[in-house]
């Protein structure tokens, strides 16, 4: 018998900002394992943080914290040279956030994912991924780390002993080198949902991924991240969740 096959599904939520709201948070809830609050910083205010912790608690999904960058204007997604210091602090204040207010509601915070242009700097810096990995530690050393597959955020968290979640993308382009293809560039997102799905499969049961050259490379995928701020959102992770299932493999928090 084959072994069964399992994924956690995570999403980024709480990305409204007082009266300015985006994407479906509750209908997301119904298709995903996991979730990833923003902090304040890119995206949410503390209402909407609380809320979403809410939301998250009441559909027993997993919840998250999605620290970033400064930067409500750019959404987060604009390289910023903080020291490696400074993104030690501000990781650590976001994350306590989160944590915090989870716990007021009953529960506990279960892993960080950053987010957007922090997410790619660190994958591609060691300096900038150990601030991370620094500052999740001082917070809970049992947090998990998801991080990019191949990246320096996976190999400093493994390093120092920290809990990590491969994680792929399902509607995003990669380079041969195993990074992201950056959003300023036109193939960066996947927009044919056909083709988002094949390569969420092949990602899952062969542990690999087509690049933008055409050469197949090598991918661990332990949580796949579909985004919830789209037109179609709710329907494509309605989409997803039906191909995975009828694919036999089963959405499981990590």
Do not use: W
Request: aromatic content about 6%; glycine content about 8%; overall charge negative.
């Amino acid at each position: 018998m084959n072994k069964q096959l399992t994924i956690d599904l995570n999403c980024d939520l709480g990305e409204s900002f007082g009266i300015y709201k985006i994407g479906n948070d509750k209908e997301m809830m119904k298709y995903v394992s996991s979730v990833n609050i923003a902090c304040g910083f890119h995206a949410g205010d503390p209402s909407v943080i609380r809320k979403t912790v809410n939301l998250a608690l009441e559909a027993n999904v997993a919840v998250g914290a999605h620290p970033g960058y400064p930067d409500l204007q750019g959404f987060g997604r604009r390289n910023i040279n903080y020291t490696p210091e400074e993104i030690f602090d501000l990781t650590l204040y976001q994350i306590g956030a989160l944590k915090t207010l989870v716990e007021v509601e009953g529960s506990k915070l279960h892993h960080v994912k950053p987010h957007g242009a922090l997410y790619n700097m660190a994958a591609k810096s060691e300096e900038i991924a150990n601030a991370i990995v620094q500052a999740i530690l001082k917070v809970d050393e049992e947090l998990i780390l998801y991080g990019l597959s191949n990246s320096y955020l996976i190999s400093e968290a493994k390093k120092l002993g920290l809990r990590v979640a491969n994680e792929g993308f399902v509607d995003r382009t990669y380079n041969e080198n195993g990074q992201l293809t950056p959003r300023t560039h036109q193939n960066a997102v996947i927009t044919d949902e056909e083709a988002s799905l094949k390569q969420v499969i092949k990602m899952i049961s062969e542990k690999k991924v087509i690049a933008t050259s055409g050469k197949e490379i090598n991918i661990e995928v332990d949580t796949l991240c579909i985004h919830g701020d789209g037109a179609k959102a709710v329907e494509f992770a309605q989409n997803v969740s039906s191909i995975l299932k009828g694919n036999n493999i089963e959405i499981k928090t990590i």
